[in-house]
């Protein structure tokens, strides 16, 4: 389903070269829960973006969902993240003045998909929130604007979902709350989930542990979680 083979991104600095990803390879199959973790300036947030098309590596590439997408155009790449990628931001990136309806609306409409509203309805719904579907970002908790950010993200019914930080920037409680949402969809769905995050408990939590150190892999271990 995802697959990196030796991903490796680099940045000029200064009169030299600095490796932030090196070499980096694993698989991940369909329906699983990954877990990326490491400390700051480990690569983690970079390796996420590679494996989203977010980005292009140095070298090395990323095949998702049997397509080589280092290969693509940006465009090409667009247009495959609207057909099978979901992206959670630790920032939520939700519209401001867009309601929670309307904002996870907005890219059922842009597919050009029929009951676009309905289907919005309905994943705010799933997700807690089908009383604050009017109310607009500003109106709703930093947990219920990320439910909005993760209805949004299922709104494709994605093949694979990444999520940046998704506890960041939230209270333990409602943390849990989101972690246990995540798991919910990704049993329901069979959508692939891939995190990052620097919570260890949250990691321990999804089926597989990806450490990174340096830009490196130094574990890749199953958890017996999930």
Same mark, same amino acid.
């Given at each position: 389903?995802?697959?990196?083979?030796?991903?490796?991104?680099?940045?000029?600095?200064?009169?030299?070269?600095?490796?932030?990803?090196?070499?980096?390879?694993?698989?991940?199959?369909?329906?699983?829960?990954?877990?990326?973790?490491?400390?700051?300036?480990?690569?983690?947030?970079?390796?996420?973006?590679?494996?989203?098309?977010?980005?292009?590596?140095?070298?090395?590439?990323?095949? $998702? @969902? #049997?397509?080589?997408?280092? %290969?693509?155009? &940006?465009?090409?790449?667009? /247009?495959? +993240?609207?057909?099978?990628?979901?992206?959670?931001?630790?920032?939520?990136?939700?519209?401001?003045?867009?309601?929670?309806?309307?904002?996870?609306?907005?890219?059922?409409?842009?597919?050009?998909?029929?009951?676009?509203?309905?289907?919005?309805?309905?994943?705010?719904?799933?997700?807690?929130?089908?009383?604050?579907?009017?109310?607009?970002?500003?109106?709703?908790?930093?947990?219920?604007?990320?439910?909005?950010?993760?209805?949004?993200?299922?709104?494709?019914?994605?093949?694979?979902?990444?999520?940046?930080?998704?506890?960041?920037? $939230? @209270? #333990?409680?409602?943390?849990? %709350?989101?972690? &246990?949402?995540?798991?919910? /969809?990704? +049993?329901?769905?069979?959508?692939?989930?891939?995190?990052?995050?620097?919570?260890?408990?949250?990691?321990?939590?999804?089926?597989?542990?990806?450490?990174?150190?340096?830009?490196?892999?130094?574990?890749?271990?199953?958890?017996?979680?999930?």
């Amino acid at each position: 389903m995802l697959t990196a083979t030796h991903l490796t991104k680099e940045y000029q600095s200064g009169n030299g070269r600095l490796a932030v990803l090196k070499h980096v390879s694993f698989s991940v199959p369909q329906g699983a829960f990954v877990a990326i973790v490491g400390p700051s300036g480990s690569g983690k947030t970079t390796l996420l973006g590679l494996l989203a098309g977010l980005d292009t590596p140095s070298d090395g590439a990323v095949s $998702l @969902d #049997g397509v080589d997408i280092t %290969r693509m155009t &940006e465009d090409q790449r667009a /247009l495959l +993240r609207g057909e099978k990628v979901g992206f959670i931001f630790q920032s939520f990136q939700l519209i401001p003045t867009l309601t929670a309806l309307e904002n996870v609306q907005v890219p059922l409409e842009l597919r050009g998909e029929d009951g676009s509203a309905d289907r919005a309805r309905d994943l705010l719904q799933r997700v807690g929130l089908g009383d604050r579907t009017g109310h607009f970002p500003a109106q709703l908790s930093g947990g219920e604007q990320q439910r909005v950010a993760i209805a949004r993200a299922f709104s494709n019914n994605p093949r694979i979902l990444f999520a940046d930080e998704p506890t960041g920037n $939230l @209270d #333990g409680a409602t943390g849990e %709350r989101i972690v &246990e949402l995540l798991q919910e /969809l990704n +049993r329901e769905s069979g959508s692939t989930v891939v995190i990052v995050t620097h919570d260890i408990a949250l990691a321990e939590r999804t089926g597989r542990v990806i450490r990174l150190r340096d830009g490196e892999v130094v574990e890749d271990r199953m958890t017996g979680a999930g």
